[in-house]
């Protein structure tokens, strides 16, 4: 498994969608109306002259413009010098195609033959830069010479019409001048053009070539003699180490053809430029691990779950190998055209690095494995350098095989009892496969015995290489790992407060899909080395490209595939976004930006996204977008009717986002609903009460109602402590008791500091107000625990809080009963004779105070003429 394989894959699996996609465009939309559309699309306006009251400005501007255009008209030095190597690498390709030819006769297998298309795919891709180059060239041109012949139609009016209205002679020869560098310049690039389409046509050939080459490399494969079973060699014992003549002349030709491709000149490919970028791109990598790590060592984090754990120490421990290990990976992007043994090379010590990334994750009996793994990639690759008589390879896969079967014993035995030792998780599933891999173990060396070589290479491949990709993927998995949980660790710690459960379902939420995304990978690499790969994306381009017709409407599998694709894309990276930006504590953090505005930014990327995407989405549906002009006009009276609410909610909600009268974390009431903010829909806002329940408000009755925001400039609140003492009490010792308590509680801001204040001469009391400021969140606290000790300190001062008193009138008093308020009874009345005196009595001894004026409006204070006249208030 090789970096350049992991990129030949991608590139294939996104070759067929763009395939796909045209395919279900084409399909869809009629021919007459593409022509029809490109007719309306060729549709320009008409030139008109230049008005000779600005026509010498504009024979300055024009002439200064012909020059910038002249500049960059120029063919460039890279295009001379594909211009000066074509006829050399033509010479070379030709050369490697004749070796080629000779590879074929001479009954390589399918590895060498997977190698030779390796090799021939590079020279492709060599010549595809090329052809790009010149492209992009050609496409500038295109530019210039639209805007060229617009000029020359426009200086040839004004010609005209200078002469016309008999302008100057002067004027007459700048028009003259500059009409003339206008033809000048066209005619320039239009020979550069006729150059470019000249060279573009030489490369098309050797692109053919290669083309064809790589087709009679994959028809071989695709061969019978290339089944897997069957009888490519004879029983080994039949078979010798001596060539035959044939052989000994195929090469002969061979050596040939080497020494005659070695003659060629180089072609001196830079490769300066490739290595500045590689070196940004290991400086970026670095700078970015040093960073994770940074966080993990000021915000400290602490937690049992074993993979957060192991995830933290790479990046706190391996930080460094971590940056090489991806720059080996990815080493290839960079270098596309390196041969293939320093391409080996690069990915040996891809595996070399791997191993102490993998080692401190497995256990101590099977840390020895990995460097088994990195020995069977040796064994592997060396083969593909020794051109072996067919004895001597097959000598060489049957040790191969003896080998890991004697590596897995060493490992594994005793199996059954090993098996126990572990739990579940990925250690297990892999240890459960070890039978598998003897069986194909033994399967390669029976059927190499027997001249079944196809079989041999293809299952001696998967006991080999299956175990090369499988670590080469679990150094990635435990790396992004490491990443995410390091993303997630700085997002939460940062914050004042936040959930813990919250944080663990984000961790566990993401270390699941990496896990995931890493079985499919593995999955398309694994059928990529089977030769399973090709065959089933053949298969399913073929599928999904194939038309289907429901009345008057015509699709395709790929374009709905594609559709769902392009929107799932969508709403994941508009999730990511709100994760990383949505707040001022996350990544936008150190620009310091005002409350808020990192919330309006999170918003309008999300909605950029949503509606590229939903654009893209119908694109790959071949939907034609122009045919909606007419349903705009319909869906706006229908939004003029019946999404009246809805679209005043929108609207509200993108007025909330960017004039910020609330926040999310700010503290609203609005209609009789206090609570937190907590997020700032499309159509409502989410409100979070005190009481724990989470309350959906529509954005219009937040911008149409009342609203108070407790926190918006700040989160600082007034308290308010009314407390009452007797008459006996000084006031000026009360005011400075307040204050000393008020000065002594922890949670109260000091500026503005608090203030005691005299309120009024109550009915029983002397009335006081203690004001003081706490953070919003802290209120209550504070206003409970200066309370307490408003209450404490009055204890020990000795300072009294009054009772409420109430006066109550007596009213019906028996003969028998006798009230003297000075005496005090040292005996209770024996049960009979209350009894007695509660049937005496005609009405309740005892009534509640009325008011100063009775309900028909007769005083109340005992001067009235009523029943009640004599009665004597009691206190």
């Not at 490919?269 to 970015?288: A, C, H, P, Q, T």
């Not at 060396?382 to 390879?393: A, Q, R, V």
């Not at 079967?405 to 459960?432: D, E, M, N, V």
């Not at 003029?640 to 509200?652: A, D, M, P, R, T």
């Amino acid at each position: 498994m090789t970096p350049k394989y992991f990129l030949s894959a991608l590139l294939l699996c996104f070759s067929i969608l763009v395939n796909v996609e045209t395919t279900s465009a084409q399909g869809i939309i009629p021919e007459q109306e593409q022509a029809d559309k490109t007719k309306i699309d060729s549709t320009k306006v008409q030139p008109e002259a230049i008005p000779l009251i600005s026509i010498v400005r504009s024979i300055e501007e024009t002439n200064n413009e012909i020059k910038s255009i002249q500049r960059i008209i120029e063919i460039p030095e890279s295009i001379k010098k594909i211009d000066s190597l074509l006829p050399i690498y033509s010479q070379f390709l030709e050369v490697e195609g004749q070796r080629t030819e000779h590879f074929i006769k001479a009954n390589p297998n399918s590895q060498k033959v997977n190698n030779t298309m390796l090799t021939w795919g590079d020279y492709l891709s060599y010549l595809s830069k090329w052809m790009e180059t010149i492209n992009d060239q050609e496409k500038r041109n295109s530019i210039l010479i639209e805007n060229i012949l617009n000029k020359s139609e426009v200086w040839s009016l004004s010609y005209k019409n200078a002469i016309e209205n008999e302008a100057p002679e002067e004027v007459l020869n700048g028009i003259r001048k500059t009409l003339e560098a206008v033809e000048n310049t066209k005619n320039t690039i239009l020979e550069n053009n006729n150059y470019y389409l000249r060279l573009e046509t030489k490369l098309s050939e050797q692109t053919n070539y290669v083309e064809d080459i790589r087709n009679d490399l994959l028809n071989l494969k695709n061969s019978e003699v290339y089944d897997l079973f069957h009888l490519r060699h004879p029983p080994i014992w039949k078979t010798s180490f001596k060539r035959t003549p044939k052989e000994l002349e195929e090469q002969q030709q061979i050596d040939d053809l080497e020494k005659e491709s070695a003659s060629i000149p180089n072609l001196d490919d830079n490769y300066v430029s490739s290595f500045i970028m590689f070196l940004i791109f290991v400086v970026f990598f670095s700078f970015l691990f040093r960073y994770f790590k940074l966080g993990f060592l000021k915000y400290p984090y602490e937690d049992k779950d074993e993979r957060i754990i192991d995830a933290k120490n790479l990046i706190l421990e391996k930080d460094k190998l971590c940056v090489l290990f991806l720059s080996l990976l990815f080493g290839e992007l960079f270098f596309s055209n390196l041969p293939k043994l320093a391409s080996d090379f690069i990915t040996l010590f891809t595996l070399i690095t791997a191993i102490p990334i993998i080692r401190p994750i497995i256990s101590e009996k099977y840390k020895r494995i990995l460097f088994c793994v990195v020995l069977f990639f040796i064994l592997n690759t060396t083969k593909s350098y020794l051109w072996y008589s067919s004895l001597g390879y097959r000598l060489y896969i049957l040790g191969e095989a003896i080998v890991v079967i004697i590596i897995l014993y060493h490992f594994t035995s005793p199996y059954l009892r090993t098996l126990k030792t572990f739990k579940k998780g990925f250690s297990k599933l892999l240890f459960q496969l070890v039978p598998v891999v003897y069986f194909l173990s033994f399967v390669s060396i029976i059927s190499n015995i027997l001249g079944f070589t196809n079989l041999t290479d293809i299952t001696l491949k998967i006991s080999t290489q299956g175990g090369i990709i499988t670590m080469v993927f679990y150094a990635i998995t435990l790396i992004i790992n490491g990443i995410a949980i390091s993303v997630i660790h700085r997002h939460f710690t940062v914050k004042q407060t936040y959930s813990f459960v919250e944080r663990k379902n984000i961790e566990n939420k993401a270390l699941k899909r990496i896990r995931i995304t890493a079985y499919i990978l593995w999955g398309i690499f694994f059928l990529g080395m089977v030769d399973l790969l090709r065959p089933i994306f053949t298969f399913l381009g073929d599928t999904l490209s194939e038309p289907y017709k429901i009345g008057s409407i015509t699709f395709t599998l790929g374009a709905i595939v594609s559709f769902s694709l392009i929107l799932f894309l969508s709403f994941t990276l508009t999730k990511l976004v709100s994760f990383l930006i949505n707040d001022g504590d996350g990544i936008l953090r150190f620009l310091k930006l005002p409350k808020g505005i990192p919330a309006a930014i999170s918003l309008v990327i999300r909605y950029f996204i949503i509606g590229f995407g939903t654009i893209l989405a119908l694109s790959a549906l071949g939907i034609d977008l122009s045919k909606f002009n007419l349903m705009a006009g319909a869906l706006g009276v229908g939004i003029g009717f019946g999404l009246q609410n809805i679209v005043s909610n929108f609207i509200s909600g993108l007025i909330l986002v960017f004039e910020r009268p609330i926040l999310p974390g700010d503290t609203v009431e609005v209609n009789n609903l206090l609570g937190t903010v907590s997020r700032i829909g499309i159509r409502a806002s989410n409100i979070s009460t005190f009481d724990g329940s989470e309350v959906v408000v529509p954005n219009n009755n937040l911008i149409s109602n009342d609203l108070i925001n407790w926190t918006l400039s700040n989160n600082t609140k007034r308290i308010e402590v009314l407390i009452g003492t007797t008459y006996d009490s000084d006031p000026n010792e009360i005011l400075k008791i307040l204050t000393e308590v008020a000065q002594n509680c922890d949670y109260i801001l000091k500026d503005p500091a608090p203030r005691a204040l005299f309120n009024d001469f109550g009915d029983s009391s002397l009335n006081f107000r203690l004001l003081f400021w706490v953070h919003y969140e802290l209120g209550l606290q504070a206003k409970s625990d200066i309370s307490i000790g408003i209450y404490n300190r009055f204890k020990e001062e000795g300072v009294e809080i009054p009772f409420p008193q109430r006066d109550l009138n007596i009213r019906n008093v028996p003969e028998s009963f006798q009230l003297n308020p000075t005496q005090t009874p040292t005996e209770i009345p024996n049960m009979a004779k209350e009894e007695d005196l509660n049937k005496n009595m005609k009405r309740p001894i005892v009534d509640p105070l009325k008011p100063d004026m009775d309900s028909d409006g007769s005083n109340s204070n005992g001067d009235s003429d009523g029943p009640d006249a004599d009665a004597e208030p009691v206190k």
